[in-house]
T-cell receptor, first 119, second 115 residues
Framework: DVKVTQSSRYLVKRTGEKVFLECVQD?????MFWYRQDPGLGLRLIYF???????EKGDIPEGYSVSREKKERFSLILESASTNQTSMYLC??????????????????FGPGTRLTVL | RKEVEQDPGPFNVPEGATVAFNCTYS??????FFWYRQDCRKEPKLLMS???SGNEDGRFTAQLNRASQYISLLIRDSKLSDSATYLC????????????????FGSGTRLQVQP
């Protein structure tokens, strides 16, 4: 079974604080993703990584950075948290190799999420 | 226009009913299609992939119409436990041989099955 874990389920921070959200997967997946989810807006991609030390901007990277030093771990960093970054943050991972039947390609597996409140 | 569009609902149906959700997508280069299920305050979980020829998994049937860029999900004999938000998901295209492809999620359709 794929397991994706996130460091915290709930987090409360103050405006201006530096915030680290960590994600770990145990399936040897190459790809890892960070999303935020807000009511009415759905899941929006912040950043993704397809290899160690590699990263790609998603749709809403402003105010965020990421780090991938090890294959199993992908961190999201809020350099200076702001109230508009209050959200549910979801991490996901997937295989890169297009092995197996096509309908299995690109399948992403999610962690339980971190609900971040910035005061 | 949103890349993936879904009717947000809610769809309120009695137990045992058949309900259908539809979704349209705008990227004609998309090659992978999915339905995910998300329970309240939980993470999305894969419900089923959608094959080109359509596929069935128990009470759930998914169909894909590439020409119209349309995906559907049919749930038969609805159960109370089917109450959730159903997300239509497509990949963003990209080269087939790299696997470095992100997904685009619809905002979801909420289903409430009532006793």
């Amino acid at each position: 079974d794929v397991k994706v874990t996130q460091s915290s389920r709930y987090l409360v921070k103050r405006t201006g604080e530096k915030v680290f959200l960590e994600c770990v997967q145990d399936m040897d997946h190459e790809n890892m993703f960070w999303y935020r989810q807000d009511p009415g807006l759905g899941l929006r991609l912040i950043y993704f990584s397809y290899d160690v030390k590699m990263k790609e901007k998603g749709d809403i990277p402003e105010g965020y950075s990421v780090s991938r030093e090890k294959k199993e771990r992908f961190s999201l960093i809020l350099e200076s948290a702001s109230t508009n970054q209050t959200s549910m943050y979801l991490c996901a991972s997937s295989f890169s190799q297009l092995a197996g039947p096509p309908h299995t390609w690109d399948t992403q597996y999610f962690g339980p999420g971190t609900r971040l409140t910035v005061l | 226009r949103k890349e993936v569009e879904q009717d947000p609902g809610p769809f309120n149906v009695p137990e045992g009913a058949t309900v259908a959700f539809n979704c349209t997508y705008s990227n004609s280069a998309s090659q992978s299609f999915f339905w995910y299920r998300q329970d309240c305050r939980k993470e999305p979980k894969l419900l089923m992939s959608v094959y080109s020829s359509g596929n069935e998994d128990g009470r759930f049937t998914a169909q894909l119409n590439r020409a119209s860029q349309y995906i559907s999900l049919l749930i038969r004999d609805s159960k109370l436990s089917d109450s959730a938000t159903y997300l239509c998901v497509v990949n963003r295209g990209g080269t087939l041989d790299t696997g470095r492809r992100a997904l685009t999620f619809g905002s979801g359709t909420r289903l409430q099955v009532q006793p």
